[in-house]
């Protein structure tokens, strides 16, 4: 294919890197300087320049806000990935090296008209070649090739003969806009051209700007690979450039039979532990909530830079805290040119997290406790290293059940005259209630398992995914309600599942005339009181609020079903309890317990919640979790 190039700029004839046509992706790390006389190619499948002036402002905040920062002597300014590949094309002077540029136009067409700006209005009369050896790199577009003459001289003429001019335009004026906003002008155009044009080598006091360089192999088509990462949304993450960094061919030694299998064999491991934690119900007992990184073995590589880096701000100032932080840091060490069996031990690492984690998912004790202890916000490698720190089952449960005691230890038992009970009262004690009904929950089947009678797994996925809060079992708040259309809603509720009770009752006909009267003279105070009586449970005294608020009257249900019925009746939200259950949709066991009435062992009543079931229920609670929880004070009897 022949196309136009400039009239003025590269000759094309510069060195290309060593491994420009070598048979495997590659990545790395350049500075914008290292990168100036490339040639780029930008092909007909890419859309044309649409940086609005907003994200040109941004990033030009954000280079220039890492220029003045203190910054340790290896810390940079990290672009996003450009995604390339490496071709040949013709030219009116004979066929020459390209990258084709198959992700990452915008942000090189962006830098592109930065250093021509800083050429026109900073060097005055000097070029790029004179003041610093390099010419500023060519863009050549395939679909509009005049493109790359209107950019040499974008800074004296304006043009909207067509979009890709009107964006690039735009963004010239731009920059000049936003440097004559800045009081010395001079200095902060010379701040930014520093960070370009410096490269690791002799990097000034205002740092470097670097680019993860990521070339794909010239086999790969790269039209499926801009598909890929554009049309079908997935960014390219820093698990795929730290794939890449494991699977260079470099790291193998010469390509011999040896070498290309245990490429081929680190490249089928890390695709299996992939496809593995694909599995939602193992990816959702990992994470503490919903993470939807589109590499979900990226998290074991995030936990590796967390260990180096935690303590060594040194270190953490180099990676730096982005996106890219984690690669940064895995590209740190492949720097360093490991040997193969510095790769066979570094990934190796990788495989022990992936297998630890895969130990605790399939065993049943370890599954709920560790579990539980994420949902609290346990970090993943305090877990990993007290797996690793003992050397049997048994001391490992141990170790687990101790550190779910240290995480209750707020959780103490409290007396009144009659019996002990745990001090949590709502609203106070939200998170701690969530956390102790939970592993309420989870207790039973742990027992269930240790007696190889195992049930069911917890399903943390559906746990997590929807919303689940502690609610109070008799919803004492009804007590409380102001707005008409909340107190219509529950005597709605309320007679829907009382009507048989109430037949013949003239209750019925004074619920009735509130509910179209506006102005009944029937109070809504009057009708709740009547209503409770009737279905049973007890009209809540201010002695009682104390023991409302109390653990026995509270459980776990869901944003939706709390919503729905959040102040109905007990026998109400029995009814519905049992319906949700009955279609399969995900309930706690012990929350479906307490509807079903399962400690109430005399069985006196099915349709309320009274202060006996209150105290037989947090009883309960206390007996199933008095492994986690400090022992019950002893009671003395009056003589």
């Keep these: 294919m022949k196309f136009n190039v400039p009239t003025q700029g590269n000759n094309y004839n510069f060195v290309l890197p060593y491994y420009f046509f070598k048979m495997a992706n590659q990545i790395d790390l350049y500075s914008i300087s290292e990168i100036l006389e490339y040639n780029f190619f930008i092909p007909s499948y890419q859309r044309g320049y649409r940086w609005t002036s907003q994200q040109v402002t941004e990033l030009l905040e954000d280079v220039y806000a890492f220029a003045l920062k203190d910054k340790h002597k290896k810390e940079f300014y990290c672009l996003q990935p450009v995604v390339v590949k490496a071709v040949q094309q013709d030219t009116p002077n004979g066929r020459a090296n390209f990258w084709e540029v198959v ?319 745990l001090n949590l009262t709502y609203p106070k004690d939200d998170r701690l209630i969530k956390q102790v009904l939970l592993l309420f929950n989870l207790v039973p089947i742990v027992q269930q398992s240790e007696k190889e009678k195992l049930i069911y797994k917890f399903p943390f996925k559906a746990f997590k995914k929807d919303r689940w809060d502690t609610e109070h079992i008799d919803a004492y708040q009804s007590r409380n309600m102001k707005k008409r259309k909340d107190q219509l809603e529950w005597l709605e509720f309320a007679i829907d599942d009382l009507r048989e009770i109430l037949k013949g009752n003239p209750l019925l006909d004074e619920v009735a005339d509130f509910m179209a009267n506006a102005s009944s003279r029937y109070s809504f105070d009057h009708l709740l009181e009547q209503i409770t009586q009737a279905s049973g449970e007890e009209t809540a005294s201010e002695d009682d609020e104390t023991l409302k608020n109390n653990i026995g009257n509270l459980t776990l249900l869901n944003a939706y079903l709390n919503r729905s019925y959040g102040n109905a009746l007990f026998p109400t939200k029995r009814r519905r309890i049992i319906a949700y259950d009955a279609v399969g949709d995900f309930m706690p066991m012990n929350t479906k317990n307490v509807f079903l009435k399962y400690y109430d062992q005399q069985g006196k009543s099915r349709s309320s919640w009274s202060r006996t079931d209150i105290e037989k229920y947090r009883s309960v609670i206390g007996e199933t979790l008095k492994d986690f929880i400090a022992p019950k004070p002893v009671i003395h009897e009056q003589v």
């Design 103 to 421: 992700d990452g136009q915008q942000r090189l067409t962006t830098i592109n008209i930065l250093l021509r700006y800083l050429v026109n209005e900073h060097l005055r009369g000097s070029t790029l070649k004179e003041d610093f050896g390099k010419d500023l790199f060519t863009l050549i577009y395939e679909t509009r090739p005049e493109s790359a003459d209107f950019l040499l001289t974008i800074g004296e003429k304006r043009s909207d003969s067509n979009i890709d001019y009107y964006y690039m335009s735009a963004a010239y004026d731009a920059i000049h806009k936003w440097f004559n906003s800045k009081p010395k002008k001079n200095d902060v155009r010379q701040a930014i051209l520093s960070t370009l044009t410096h490269d690791r080598n002799d990097q000034r006091s205002e740092g470097i700007v670097q680019i993860i360089w990521y070339e794909i192999e010239p086999s790969q088509n790269p039209i499926d690979t801009f598909i890929r990462i554009n049309l079908g949304k997935i960014p390219l993450t820093s698990a795929e450039l730290i794939k890449a960094l494991f699977l260079q061919e470099r790291n193998f030694g010469t390509q011999n039979e040896i070498g290309v299998l245990r490429q081929m064999e680190i490249a089928r491991e890390w695709d299996q532990m992939e496809n593995k934690l694909q599995n939602d119900e193992f990816w959702w007992f990992l994470n503490k909530e919903k993470n939807d990184t589109p590499s979900r073995i990226a998290l074991i590589f995030d936990l590796m830079c967390k260990v180096a880096t935690d303590g060594d701000d040194e270190l953490l100032k180099t990676v730096g805290t982005d996106k890219f932080s984690t690669f940064r840091y895995f590209n740190q060490l492949f720097e360093q040119e490991l040997t193969f069996s510095q790769l066979q031990n570094l990934w190796q690492k990788v495989k022990d997290y992936f297998m630890t984690f895969e130990e605790w998912f399939n065993d049943p004790t370890w599954y709920h406790y560790i579990g539980f202890l994420v949902f609290c916000g346990d970090q993943m490698n305090d877990l990993y290293d007290l797996t690793k720190k003992h050397a049997t089952k048994k001391a490992i449960t141990t170790a687990l059940v101790g550190r779910i005691a240290d995480q209750l230890k707020e959780v103490k038992w409290a007396t009144d005259a009659q019996e002990p009970y």
